[in-house]
Every structure is written in C-alpha cells, then in structure tokens.
C-alpha cells in the first residue's frame, strides 16, 4: 500500500497574502519540474485564533521503492525548500511548527 | 510485434493487461501497421523490458520513439488509478529509449493522485508551451493566438461578424458547413455572448472536415485526430486532456468542457475501432500536411467547398471499421449530444 505523508506548518502572522502567493509560485515551479513526492498544499486559517494559520503539505509515492516520508526528506533536503523556508520566516511572526504525520484514512482513495 | 510487446510490457497493472488497454492499443497497433495485433496473445509471451525495447527501436528516429512513448502513456491514462508502479514502469521505458516526454510525468502525477498539479503541468507543458512556440506573433493573422486555449472567450463583434457571414456562403462550403453546425446545435458564434473561444472553434473546421460528431465520443475523436495530425508530439496533449475529462475524471474543468464520465466513453463498444482509426488518419495528414491543424487559416479556406479543403490536407475517409463501430458524421443526429438533438428537433419544427 502506498501510504501519503502530510507536513504541517502552523504560525502566526498579520497578513496571509504573501504565503498564498509564495504557496502558488511553489506550485507553479513544482508543476513543470521533474517529479518528486510533493503532491500539493493547503493553507488553513483557524477561526479560534485570530492570526494562526497552517499549512498542510501532501507527499505521496512516485517510486515503488521510496515512501512518501522519504519523499518528503529528500524535499526538505533540496535548496528551494529551504529557500521557501527562509522566505516563510521573514513574513510571519516568530518560529513556525512544524509537525509530520503518516496517512491512516482518506476518503478520496 | 516486438514493439507491442514492449508496450504491453510496460503498462500492464499487477493484474495484466485490462480490457479497455488490450483493445485500444491492440486496435491502434493495427491501424498503424495494417496487421492485426491481439494484445491479450502478448500477455503470453515473455515479458520485453526496457533495454529489449530499446535495442529493437535503436534503428528507428526520436519522433518514432516519442510516438511508441505516447502509446504507453495512452495505456496508461485508461486506467483508474494508474497503479504507481505502472507509472514508474513507464517512466523507465521511456528513459531507456532516450524520450523525455512531458505526459510521462502527467501520468505519474495521476498515480501519486496529484491531480492540481498534474493539470498544471498538463496545461503548461502540453499547451501554453506548444501554443506559444507555434505562435508566429504576425500583426493581422486571421489564426487566433492565445497562450492559453482554454482562457475565457471574449466578446468581440468584429469577429462574430466574420462568423456570421459563413452562413452567406455558397452550399457544401468549409464555412457555410460550419455555420450551419453552429446554427443547428445552438451553438454561439465566437465573439457572441457565450460563443467558444477562438483559438478552440479552430476544432469546429476540423468536425465538419474529418466528419466527427460532436458529443462526448466525437469529441474524443476529434482530438486524438488533431492531435496525432500535429507532427509537434506535444499535439498529445488534446487526447490526454479529453481522456481526462470523459473518461477517468482526472480533470474536473478546462474552462470550456468539462468533466462527464457517466459514459465512460472509451470503454464504450466499438469506441477503440474509432479513436484507433481518428489517430490512423491523423496521421496521414501529419505526415503529408506536416501543420498543427490548429494553426491552420480556415478563413482561407472558407469559400472552398469541404472535399476540396480534405484533398488539399490529404485527409484519408474513415475506415469501414470506425464507421461500423458508430463513428457518426458530424450532421448525423448519432452524432449529438441529447442536449443538441434536442435543439435540432425544435429548430427543424419536429414535435419530438
């Protein structure tokens, strides 16, 4: 079974619009470059706390031989993430979360 | 033979082949080459890997390789899901005969089930790129140019008047053809409220041309005639996108079709006789026309009558096969969609 990896990165910031705008350009790159585990994101606002968003990323497999986790690794490790990383941290406030999850249940599969 | 059996290699889910695979490629192998393949009897034989394959097309030039690729990914693109070792699989064979090819990658973003970016990727690499190359930029071309075809279509009256003024020319002409498929179905002219965008209406020429309804089946049809015709391989977007979108769901919209799977029309009996013969014929026109019928000035063209503009595209009939298999003409009412039929009945005064 090919088990999804989601990334999660919560923080607190006054103005989302440079993160979806940075999330779109992600994509846009992604789109058209060779293929990795990264499948696609989502940016959440929470409605509790007024500030505090996540972002949900997706990993799945490409390679029968790489899991999804690996994927995701290997996409951390690469110079554009890190970028994208840096870039998150100059428009928000203080340090991001970041959490990892395996996928047990979706519904669309 | 050996070529098939490489293909049948490379696309075959953990299950073997399935049926919609064995008779597509099996009827468009047969096509091509004039000699019955049966897919199913390959299944028998030892499987062919990627080097194999590679040594037995080493003779042959990159754009015939590029081709032997897109059957593959045809295979592919039937299945739901693309198991992701099938995708990998592929990825592998087309590697191994030196194909760097977009829709590879399109079809490994379906197995992963990245569909958002796989439509990003198809739309990027498959049009905006082949559109933009193909774009001669000239000041007063009567070819539509758009960087995407699918972006919105524009009102714009001077261009519903060209349209309009088909409908004054003389019987059996290109234009007045068109026209009158427009005028039947309902259809609104480009430039109206509502008409097709421009760039896409370019397919309208190309209904009334090759002789393809306009329903779901005929559009599949239509556009793996188009794109097999244009000798940019890139022109495989067209039949990758209407499979998406008629038959595995995985494109929800273009902006101007979108997605319907009631049918399932691939499946649909006989429809492998029809695509395989629409790649067939396309074919024929790209190897004697050599033009991305898209880029064609149909304007040109308008005043000719339609026999005369198949003569100058050397564009091959329909095979008796296709036509036994229900390929309909484009002013054959099998050739509609319900929706069409319904307008024509009540346009003819039909009580039905």
Known sequence: MNRNFCQTITFRCADPAPIIAMSEEWDRNQATSDIMGYMGSRVLADRERLGYYVIIAEFGVVDPNVSAAD???RNNARPETQAFADRLREVIDGEPEWHHFDELYRTDR | MLVARG???AVAPEGGLTDVQAELLGAIASALTGVAVDYRSLELLEPLGPEELADVLAARDAGYRHRIVHHMVLGELVLRPIPVVVAHRVATYAHALGVTDDFVRVARRYAQGAYGLAWMDLQRSGFVEHVRDADGDQPGASVPSKLDPFEPAQV???LEARWTAFA???PDTLGR???EMYDSRGFGLPGSPGGAPAYLAQHDFVHVLADYGTNLKGELEVFAFIGRADPDPKGFAWLATLIGLFETGYISSTGFFDRDVRERSIRAPGMHQRIADAIRRGKVVCDAYGVDLFDVDYSEFADRAVGEVRELL????KSAG??????????DPAGMSEKQRRFAAQRR???T
């Open chain 2, 168 to 170: 004054e020319l003389a």
């Open chain 2, 322 to 331: 296709a036509i036994d298999s229900g390929s309909a003409g484009v002013f």
């Open chain 1, 71 to 73: 994927e995701a690794a």
């Open chain 2, 349 to 351: 005064g039909d009580d």
């Open chain 2, 314 to 317: 050397q564009m091959p009939a």
């Open chain 2, 156 to 158: 714009d009256p001077e």
């Open chain 2, 7 to 9: 293909i049948a290699t």
């Open chain 2, 177 to 179: 053809r068109v026209w």
